[in-house]
């Protein structure tokens, strides 16, 4: 009897957040473990499912790193990267990248979402004009087709949003040519979520979330300011690779996102765990 009175406090405690969030617009990025590990996957896939049933409007966007690779890989074409991360994209890498990307990855997603119930639907940024880019040249370095997100149309995802569908957008756009880039995708669901509109903005990611102390993982923040986000980088207390999770938060709730989340993608059921309960498992910014 004890299991089940359990039960009924957690969903007690998971109502007050049900009826606070209704209806409410979420973006998720979707990557790194949560997206390869089949376990956590499975969860993750159930989560937004839960989203979208208890009225959440969820939107999702992904990325697919390891899956690029290992096709790349298949295929006998090297993977190299600009020291910022991003991947230096020529055009028959772009060819893998769209095929990996807005076929593999983002139709699989959907069909694993539409496997629960949800009327998921896969779109790439080059759908109906979704995402526009121009040609990304960091500190004028010739990085091939990445580009830096110009414009989101939100027509398409609106309608699809009002007729109870999920989209599941893959990170590939165009310029004003018609040529075709690869996104990084943290940005790529910024401007999405700022367009949108979204209350809230969530990085499934490979870390627990921001650490008050770098090398101590049971000091990670469950809330953090805009203003002490922006402290911590600069004393260097947020340092490596955590910089660019943290900035791109950062300016998607200077963007208007009202809530960014960072979450530990290899903890299962991390979105229901964050936003349903009190203590939440990762790191909520605001301003």
Known sequence: MQEYIQKANVLMEALPYIKEFNGITVV???GGSALIDEGVKCTIIQDIALMKYVGFRPVVIHGGGPEINAMLARLNIESNFHHNGLRITDAATMEIVEMV?????????AAELCGHGVKAVGLSGKDANLIKVDKYTPNGDEIGYVGK???VDTSLLNTLLDG????VISSIGTDEKGDTYNINADYAAVHIAAALQAEKLVFLTDVEGVRL???DSTTVASRLSVEKAKEMINAGDISGGMIPKVKCCIEGVEAGVPNVHILDGRVEHSLILEIFTKKG??????M
């Open 28 to 30: 998720i990025k979707y």
């Open 149 to 151: 997100v110009t414009k």
């Open 281 to 286: 498992i990762g790191t909520l910014i605001e």
């Open 213 to 215: 102390i770098a090398s």
């Open 101 to 109: 990307l807005a076929g593999k990855v983002n139709k699989n997603i």
């Open 164 to 167: 109870g569908f999920v989209p």
